[in-house]
């Protein structure tokens, strides 16, 4: 059960000292117990406090982290079985499979599959995050292969998977400081796998052959000292694994159990052959409730879907997209570009910026802050009025960038332009286009007016 911020502050050194940027104690526990702040941030908390704050405040399905440095991947962390209820906090992990007697260009094609299919959205970099790598009784190839995607797909976190410990625990040492997850303790082999996710200090899956098996292994090997988890049910059909993702969810979360307590990994690839039907049970498990899917493969058509899926889920939805308000300069602008302001909504400025860039016209965009609030949403609230529109304007320096006082607004403040010229007395207001795609015909004819 989650402390709350007095019982805290009982724990803390009560030095009101700010080192850990909050200016009292008593504000700090109650940013930790909001889960706001971190109780390490603290320089004088005993090693005993900040293992007992954790634990108490972390969530029912227990966050797990892979890869390094600027390359990490996240998931687990999850609080809720309903995304409306808070937000779902990690998105599901897409991974590739490989196996070490694959033909060498079968697997070259998956490398560069993985690099070549990426997408950019509102900002957004879609794609895939890892691969699995399957050994099949030559540890010497095996080696290779983790070499090979750790040299060719440097940001791609691994999956380590073979039966043998010894051989697992080689892949790990090639993966270096590359944090791999481990695959897998099974009721024969817990011991000796437990042994190297110790030495190696990397997380390991827990692989049942059924639910009920899979919880007495991990609740096994958290005895035995082991906190980084990842569930393996066994389940290898659409229906068995979809029960039991929303069992794992559902106990961990509702009841608290926590021998199911960690994210899971699931293999829509060892389920059909039909890549079409992969895709299909691969989004529901998106939806519900897969830390991590394996595919066969990659193919554009069928992974976009998937990414988008994973982008809108994952999305939260008590928190607008938003762009940070700024000048943007597009296409390299001069002092003799146009000028124009939008909303800081996301897929406003993006489908915006996308028309301008793609106009090649020079160009400077104002982005003003509406709150995430689209063009016509953000009038209508009094966020994109005349008057706020012309204090951003003076105060966001445009006027030292270029000569000319003509700025462009969207088609659909036409109703404010004599306003706005009221406010900016030396700018002379342009209505522009309605649409963003009528953008590129209107800037290449577009001229400052005196």
Known sequence: ?????????????????????????????????????????????????????SEASAPPIRTITLGSGDDKFVFGGETCLYRHEKRFEHPTGIAVMLSADMDPSEIDGRLDRFLALRYDRVGVELKADMFAIKDVGDS???VGLVEKVRSKCPDASIILMSEDPQVIKAGAETCGKHVPLLFAATASNAEA????????GCPIVVKGENIGETAKISEKLQADGLKDLVLDTGA??????????????????????????????????????????????????????????????????????????????????????????????????????????????????????GEIEGSKVPSWLLIKDTEGLSVL????AGKFSADLIAQFVKKSGIEEKVRHRSLIIPGYLASIKGELEEELPDWKIQIGPREASHLPPFLKSWKPED
């Open 236 to 353: 290898r059909t659409m229906k068995s694994v979809y029960e039991d993702q929303i069992v794992c969810r559902r106990a961990s979360v509702k009841h608290k159990y926590k021998p199911l307590g960690f994210p899971t990994i699931t293999f829509p690839c060892e389920m059909t052959d039909d890549p079409f039907m992969e895709t299909v049970i691969s989004s529901i498990l998106i939806a519900k409730y897969a830390g991590i899917i394996v595919l066969s493969d990659l193919q554009g058509d069928l992974l976009f879907p998937l990414l988008l899926e994973r982008l809108n889920i994952f999305t939260d939805p008590q928190r607008p997209m938003v762009v940070q308000e700024d000048i943007y300069p597009i296409n390299g602008p001069d002092e003799n570009s146009p000028v124009l302001i939008t909303c800081n909504f996301s897929l406003t400025y993006f489908i915006v910026s």
């Open 140 to 142: 010497q190839a095996f």
């Open 1 to 53: 059960m989650a402390l709350t911020g007095i019982e805290i502050l009982k724990m803390l050194p009560k030095k009101n000292c700010g080192e850990c940027g909050v200016p009292t104690c008593l504000a700090f526990a109650m940013k930790v117990a909001a889960g706001q702040a971190e109780i390490g941030a603290c320089p004088y908390v005993s090693e005993d406090v900040k293992e007992k704050v």
């Open 193 to 200: 796998m437990a042994e190297v996710a110790k030495e190696t």
């Open 377 to 380: 949403t953000a009038w209508a």
